[in-house]
């Protein structure tokens, strides 16, 4: 589907509308709720209470989500770049699903930007390939990047730009319709809270401001393939978990390339993890498997107990894990 | 080919331009040059013809006066000539950020992973700093202009210089640019630019020391000759496709140097 013909109306979360139930206020808050769910709705769709304020409950209710998975498929085949002499990816294979969020792990220096930049065709592989959707990066760029939304781990930002003026430039060269441009940054302005700042200069903002801004024109078209390249570097916990929020938002909507250092933030974020260490890929699977797996401090030292295959959903567990 | 998209980078390449100081300097530089240069011509003329007009030659009574001895050949031709070097010192702060900047600011990756085209970019950059280089000509351009009027030249011969500038400027700003596209930083950029125009402005020191058919060649390929025809009133094709030849060979740089990105 060409980006132009994404649904740009629709919303970043799906949710049903707020709704009302008023009871009174010496009621307690699970009196509110029977009474919510005698009404017709199953609790069960109950996501969470969003507000009680002067008697009001206020609920956001969760629409089930489309089955059918979104996003592209990634497919990379002895994926290799070298640097002259030195191997930054080597022969990596690797599949992602549509609709699938993929942690990337690794210590510096593991090939987890260079796979990211290598997908987004902003490098050229040395050999192997790499596919969205049957789409090369270096032959078919203007297919690929219209279904990508990248932020980068270094904030890519024009300082000396305003944040709704970068909004608008990001907005115009992804083809997002002229009539349809001003409504769309409104609506992602208000998805990631940056009304307040919209007319300030990009280089006035806090790292936390920018850390948003790069989020916010990643996500600004819609994409079919979002990549994050380490989110949360050097935000405070607060701004972190701000910035997992916004992409817990994300999952299943999209594919999604997460790249980071942080465990937490890849076993709550991920729906299968790939370790990278020294260009080549050590272990991949779900949170679960891989992480009990593996110590923290193995994993990135590119320790693994599966010898030349690295997924390991069907691998025993580690005795001392 | 995208004009909205272009459209939208030329858009963008001019609010950052405007947003930081380096437009302003230029532009209050320029004008001060500009001023600076066509005073001190006017008054050296003013004392000559001074003079040749005082009570001892009686220039205007005798008719003594040389004809070389008028505003044109005495103010405006060598002000069009400094101006021109002036220019060389000029442009290359315009320029040595264009695209040197996209780099050290990590906004390379994100414009070449977006739609927009290698060829885009290249060209989205390349017409905004036209428009700014014309903007720059434009009020350097207010002085000798009003020379050109005062000793009768007419519009022609204004029209004429002014494109004859204009061309002398975008040659300058397309040999910074292809500079800023290869260069890894600002400040290389910015000497490179400096080095390469200064190089090609004019090969006229050269003819002493090589043969007429090299001197020849040096003489086609530098920037002051094509440049003096339009001074003299004259807009000549051949001057034209020069400067628009060095401007093309620049963007052909420009954009094998994104190529270069992608597999370094």
Known sequence: MKNSEHDLSEPLIHSAPRTRVDFPPTENISHGLQKYS??????????????????????????????????????????????????????????????????????????K?????????YLMPSAGEVQIDAYSPTKNAKEVHAKIGYAAETSQLYADLRVRSFLRFAGAIRSIPRAKLETRIDAI???????????????????????????????????????????????????????????????????VILCTHNLNEARMLSDRIAVLHRGRLVAEGTPESVLQHESASGLFRGQTLLGAHPSVDNAAPRENA | MSFHRLHHLVRKELLVLFGSPVAYLTLALISLITSLLFFDLLRDYNQVLFLYTSNTMRGFELGTIPAYINIRDQVFVPLMSQLGGALIAIIP??????????????????????????????????????????????????????????????????????IGLLMLTFGLAAIGLACSALASNQLVAAVSAYAVAFTFYDFSWANAFVNEWTGALLGAISLLPHFTSFASGLISFAD????????????????????????R
């Open chain 1, 38 to 111: 005698k009404n017709g709705v199953d609790p069960k769709l109950l996501s969470s209470i969003v507000q009680v304020r002067q008697g009001v409950l206020r609920v956001r209710t969760t629409t089930p989500k489309n089955t059918e998975p979104r996003g592209c498929r990634v497919v990379a085949q002895n994926l290799t770049r070298h640097f002259g002499d030195h191997v930054a990816l080597d022969g990596l294979n690797l599949t992602i699903e549509p609709g699938q969020t993929l942690g990337l792990l690794g210590a510096n220096g593991a090939g």
């Open chain 1, 113 to 121: 930007t260079t796979f990211i930049r290598l997908v987004t065709g």
């Open chain 1, 189 to 255: 302005l208000q998805q990631f809270q940056l009304e307040d700042v919209q007319k300030r200069l990009i280089g006035h903002l806090s790292k936390g401001y920018k850390q948003r801004v790069t989020l916010a024109q990643a996500f600004l078209h819609n994409p079919e393939l979002l990549i994050v390249d380490e989110p949360t570097s050097g935000l405070d916990p607060v701004q972190q978990e701000e910035v997992c929020n916004l992409l817990r938002t994300s999952q299943g909507e999209r594919t």
């Open chain 2, 93 to 162: 702060l315009i320029t040595m950020r264009v695209f040197a900047e996209e780099k050290t600011q990590g906004t390379q990756e994100f414009l070449l992973t977006t739609e927009l085209s290698d060829t885009e970019i290249v060209l989205g950059k390349f017409v905004a700093t036209f428009l700014f280089a014309a903007l720059l000509v434009g009020v350097s351009f207010v002085y000798p202009a009003a020379a050109i009027v005062r000793s009768g030249l007419g519009v022609g011969h204004l029209f004429a210089v002014y």
């Open chain 2, 240 to 263: 034209i496709a020069f400067f628009a030849s060095v401007t093309v060979l620049s963007m052909a740089i420009a954009r094998l140097s994104l190529d270069l990105v992608r597999i």
